[in-house]
């Protein structure tokens, strides 16, 4: 489609100091224009009267299983549970089978062939088959189109080693994804308090996270290298983020929408939906992950997109896999509980949404200037509806919000000026 004209929407794009209502003009893919009462002539006019049109939103964290795990989600059914979202652009980690440490791999992902329908970068790992023991090759990986590295999945445990990646990450100009945690520590099932005593489960402390989140600042802070510490969930991780970035550490991180949304206590009985890792936290962690992305000292919301085969999840707590979905209700879930509360303002929802993870990535997307790639997604904020994981377009159904009621559907996602989703669902051609 060459031309797309969105009409009446109230368009939110912080980059450009915009939050009015106006109309754009897409043709060939690209911005043309962004003005009140466009006249031009298009191939389809959609008409966002009381939506908001934003820039396409950025997922800077989510597992899509190919290759190796593809029963439970591949890149084709990954990158459209996305776009059903509201996502134009992914990153995807590296803890696939075989491990994405090499350029092949990386090549693999970006093939045409693996028939995606949005952006899809790959993360490539750290270490050899993420073993721990020998760094990948960073460079070969970040030339074949690697947007990071990570051992996302565990923490590389020599620091000496990561202090390394951390060197040659910074050569490559690429940020270190860092997933925190001190697996010595980690040798539970659930956060560490009341409810895993009731459940007679043993419990992970936030210590667990934090150890490795303040050994990553301060070797962040010796290599000069960007670190992005993913899906954070303690009131200490809050704090040790602050002082890094009141200290000048090239810093940022992330949370998902289980960690503000969820704690503990809604764990009432074993269903495994409710483990990941890290695991559901307190109350008092939970109001602080909100409070952080208020005060900006988190930057970005992320999926953690985890999804699992039936089988993985419906088994003992203990010794189900870790992980939920969650890239088709995380605009939903974000904006219940951060706008319509009043944590976040609608600008601040969209920075963390879209802005902050393309400024992270290094990426010219994030924003709807003229002359922009037409990365666009289209909510209806005042639609309320409860989620129903038997309509998930992702392979996987792992998650605790069935049934739960939220407000603000995607009804369009328009990636390099095609439309991938229109009034909530995958256009024919892209099904």
Known sequence: MSSILIKRGRVIDPLNNIDSVMDILVRDGKIAKAEENIADSADKVIDAEGMWVMPGLIDLHVHFREPGYENKETIATGSRAAAVGGFTTVCTMPNTNPVMDNAVLIEYTLSPKRNAVI?????????????????????????AGACAISEDGKSVDDPSLMKNAMRYAGMFKLPVFDHCEEIRLAKGSMNAGDRASILGLKGIGNDSEEVMVARDIILAGATGCQLHLCHMSTRGSVQ???????????????????????????????DANFKMNPPLRSK???????????????DVIATDHAPHHIDDKNCEFEKAANGITGLETSFALSYSELVDKGWLTPTELVEKMSCNPARILH???????????????????????????????????????????????VLYTICGGNIIVENGELTEKYR
């Open 284 to 298: 008092e962690d939970r109001d602080a992950i909100r409070q952080a992305l208020k005060d900006n000292i988190i």
């Open 363 to 409: 990426s010219d997307k994030g924003s709807l200037g003229i002359g922009a790639a037409a990365d666009i997604t289209i909510a209806d904020v005042n639609c309320e509806y409860a989620i129903d994981v038997n309509k998930m377009v992702s392979k996987a159904k792992n998650m605790p919000y069935n049934g739960r009621k939220v407000k603000g559907k």
């Open 240 to 270: 040790l983020i602050k002082e890094g970035k009141e200290k000048g550490v090239n810093l940022t991180a992330e949370t998902a929408p289980h960690y503000f949304t969820l704690c503990d206590e809604d764990i009432t009985d074993y």
């Open 119 to 143: 952006n899809v970068l790959p993360i490539g790992a750290i270490t050899k088959g993420q073993l721990g023991e020998e760094l990948a090759d960073i460079g070969t990986m970040a030339a």
